[in-house]
């Protein structure tokens, strides 16, 4: 059973900084691509940051020029590096990452989520 396993969130004061980690379980499933949910409370899920197979990245326009979406192959991660955080930054974050299960079958996992808190 394929896990994506998020770690990296914290309590945080504002301005400060966090890193998000995105690892799958096992090496049965290789990431091509990652992204980054978060979800506030009684705020919808909106999508944060990606990564496609090709390296490319795009932005909610709230994060850019503060937070980096980025990935590791060698140690099948994806990251999510953010910086001069906000309290408006508060939220539980999700990864998603797509790839191949065993080589052949193309799959989308999402980990259960990492809690995210920016103090003022």
């Known amino acids: 059973q394929v896990q994506l396993v998020e770690s990296g969130g914290g309590l945080v004061q504002a301005g400060g900084s966090l890193r998000l980690s995105c690892a799958a379980s096992?090496?049965?499933?290789?990431?091509?691509?990652g992204a980054w949910y978060r979800q506030a409370p009684g705020k919808q899920r909106e999508l944060v940051a990606n990564?496609?197979?090709?390296?490319?990245?795009n932005y909610a326009d709230s994060v850019k020029g503060r937070f980096t979406a980025s990935r590791d192959n060698a140690k099948n991660t994806v990251y999510l590096q953010m910086t001069n955080l906000r309290p408006e930054d508060t939220a539980v974050y999700y990864c998603?990452?797509?790839?191949?299960?065993?080589?052949?079958?193309?799959?989308?996992?999402r980990g259960r989520g990492t809690q995210v808190t920016v103090s003022t």
């Open positions: 998603s990452a797509e790839g191949l299960l065993l080589g052949v079958s193309p799959m989308v996992y």
């Open positions: 096992g090496d049965s499933f290789v990431i091509n691509a």
């Open positions: 990564i496609t197979s090709g390296g490319d990245t």
